[in-house]
């Protein structure tokens, strides 16, 4: 879990500073399909938590800051 956390807030910088071309070769189609990648993995993560908070499985948190 801790893993996921970390890779999840390097994506979310990467995507915050526009820099998500690092992930992939100078390919326009790569960008853009790793950007939609990234935006999907981290919804689909977010409603994950969701689920669990609602649940009750998980206490409710401050939620992280919007990607912009």
């Known amino acids: 879990m801790e893993n996921e956390i970390i890779l999840m807030e390097c994506a979310c910088d990467y995507c915050r500073r526009k820099e998500l071309h690092l992930l992939v070769s100078d390919d326009e189609e790569g960008i853009e399909d790793i ?14 938590e969701v689920k669990l ?6 206490e409710v948190s401050i939620p992280p800051a919007p990607i912009v």
Do not use: C, I, R
Request: aromatic share 4%.
């Open 35 to 48: 950007e939609k990648l990234l935006m999907v993995t981290l919804l689909f993560g977010a409603l994950k």
């Open 53 to 58: 908070m609602l649940e009750g499985s998980v």
